[in-house]
């Protein structure tokens, strides 16, 4: 059973243009949620999304960055416009329906986004 | 507002003794979650150990153990018997019982010597 698969690993953009993240939950679990770690910082919830709809997003900037959760495919964060400030690491959990996060969260590996 | 707190931002150790991470929290709430993850530098997220605020008696999980004073909303991580494998960033983390939004630390670095 593979994890919480996220890609690209290291993604670099320049200012102005678009990122796009992508994160595959394990299997059975329709249940994403999106945290964003700066340098030296911890994570930080941006939002969360069960398939088709986004529950919580009060983690998220208000401009340039959308979540979603399709019903096929990954969940995919994306970020327009990119400035130097958005370079850190995306990080994607997934949990089944019906359990409560607080039993375990399962991160996958992240995502190292660097704007030049 | 809830917060998490790690006032360490590096902390060494030499193989095979014991060090003592710390953490500090503030809520209102009296149901919720504690757990510490690893954070090496392959960058993947692991849990380490988690503790139930209802529970009096402290998590262990083989060299890991914690200390929760739930009074003085305090949780460290004791870690015996270091290994140079234990290296990495440690991250204090907590959840209201019934929510989804962990909360994090800012991290303390462990350094292991040999």
């Given at each position: 059973n593979a994890g919480v698969m996220q890609n690209p690993r290291h993604l670099v953009r320049r200012r102005g243009q678009e990122a796009r993240l992508r994160c595959s939950p394990m299997k059975g679990h329709s249940h994403v949620y999106w945290y964003r770690q700066l340098p030296e910082e911890g994570l930080k919830f941006m939002v969360y999304l069960q398939k088709e709809n986004i529950i919580d997003e009060s983690g998220m900037p208000k401009e340039r960055f959308s979540a979603e959760f399709p019903k096929e495919g990954p969940s995919i964060l994306r970020i327009q416009q990119v400035v130097r400030g958005d370079s850190a690491a995306y990080f994607c959990a997934s949990s089944p329906e019906g359990q409560p996060v607080d039993e375990k969260l399962f991160f996958g590996s992240g995502t190292q986004l660097s704007v030049l | 507002a809830q917060t998490v707190t790690q006032s360490q931002p590096e902390m060494s150790v030499q193989e095979a003794e014991t060090v003592t991470l710390s953490c500090t929290y503030d809520t209102s709430e009296?149901?919720?979650?504690?757990?510490?993850?690893?954070?090496?530098?392959?960058?993947?997220?692991?849990?380490?150990?988690?503790?139930?605020?209802?529970?009096?008696?402290?998590?262990?999980?083989?060299?890991f153990s914690v200390n929760f004073q739930k009074a003085a909303k305090s949780f460290s991580l004791k870690i015996s018997d270091s290994q140079l494998g234990d290296a990495a960033m440690y991250f204090c983390a907590f959840i209201d019982s019934g929510t989804y939004k962990y909360i994090f630390g800012t991290g303390t670095r462990l350094k292991v010597l040999a």
């Open positions: - | 009296s149901d919720y979650y504690l757990f510490w993850y690893k954070q090496p530098p392959s960058r993947q997220m692991i849990l380490v150990i988690r503790q139930e605020a209802y529970k009096q008696q402290n998590a262990t999980e083989n060299r």
